[in-house]
């Protein structure tokens, strides 16, 4: 079993940044997908953005241009920098690994942006 623990969420003001991280509890060189989820009160849950083995990423529209994802995987773990956030951003964002067999998820990290 794989365990997936996100950090770095918080209030942050409209135009700010965050980093967030997802730190596996063992090695991501397995994971063929690595990626980030929010969601928002109400809403489903939603792709963010996504990472191959390799590093081929692909973004949801409303975050191209402001999210950046990255993996370390001599670290085991993922990253998420998020820039200009606005209110619309307000989610709790997950963290999810796949290896083509299993999936696993993260518990989420609150990321709330208000002024």
């Known amino acids: 079993q794989v365990q997936l623990v996100e950090s770095g969420g918080g209030l942050v003001q409209p135009g700010g940044s965050l980093r967030l991280s997802c730190a596996a509890s063992?090695?991501?060189?397995?994971?063929?997908?690595m990626g980030w989820y929010r969601q928002a009160p109400g809403k489903q849950r939603e792709l963010v953005t996504r990472?191959?083995?390799?590093?081929?990423?692909s973004y949801a529209d409303s975050a191209k241009g402001r999210f950046t994802i990255s993996r370390d995987d001599a670290k085991n773990t993922l990253y998420l920098q998020m820039n200009s956030l606005k209110p619309g951003d307000t989610a709790v964002y997950y963290c999810?690994?796949?290896?083509?067999?299993?999936?696993?998820w993260g518990q989420g990290t609150q990321v709330s942006v208000s002024s």
């Open positions: 999810y690994a796949s290896n083509g067999r299993s999936a696993y």
């Open positions: 063992r090695s991501t060189i397995s994971f063929d997908v």
């Open positions: 990472i191959s083995g390799v590093g081929s990423t």
